[in-house]
């Protein structure tokens, strides 16, 4: 299918879980694709058949661990005619594969478009029963300082949406009820659009409880913003030495606190300094 301006690179959104989302457009994009670069090519052979497609494209892996050698060669392929890049389940380069593609198409003036479709950030969003009027979406949680890591994010204002497996979900959200308060209000989202779609709100500290039972399924967890306040050099210094505490160094930490709650650096460096 050749564009007005050319051929182009497509992101193509796929279902998260309900085979009944899959739009006209991906059906008919999977239809005519002569070239297809996909997270899991397995995954990608499935979808086609329990779409009905009979088309047989060339297909190239193009996931987390190749992604940045794979690029210049499907940009180059984009300059001769349309690449349909998919993901497992939902928009490729959010949380997936696709963003050095993307960057690298860009750079090299190939044009990148977008079939639009099912998302789990916004789904959980929208089911969380939390302002959406701002948000953030976070990932996946660190696997690693995840308290250090979730405690920069204290303060953020805006409603936060996180990736989490569910073998960690019940650790992650008791770190959330120690960095973000007992009663800050969650959602937990899992399965959405599946069968066992379930979703959960309490706060933090009752989802822990909740899920120290095992949760089980593809999860988001929708965290409400903290309330408004002002920067306060104390609370700074408190969050670098509690980041210090759990491995960081005193001048990486400063720096985090800093860009996270607009307090100066060197102040909350030396306040650091002077307080340990």
Known sequence: MLWENGWVIILAATPIGNLGDASRRLVEALGNAEVIAS???????HLMRALGIENRPRLIALHEHNEQAKAAEIVELARDTDVLVLTDAGMPAISDPGFPLVAAAAAAGVTVTALPGPSAVITALALSGLPTDRFSFEGFVPRK?????LRLLAREERTM???ESPHRIAECLTDMARAF????????????TKMFEEVKRGTASELAEWASAGVKGEICIVVQGAAHVEADLGGGIAQVLALVASGARLKEASAEVAEATGLGRRELYEGALAAR
Do not use: H, P, Y
Not at 145 to 149: C, D, H, I, Q
Not at 181 to 192: F, H, K, N
């Open 39 to 45: 997270e899991d090519t397995r995954v990608t052979i």
């Open 145 to 149: 300082a995840r308290l250090g890591a």
């Open 161 to 163: 949406v996180f990736f």
């Open 181 to 192: 308060g007992d009663d800050r209000r969650v959602a937990v989202c899992r399965e959405l």
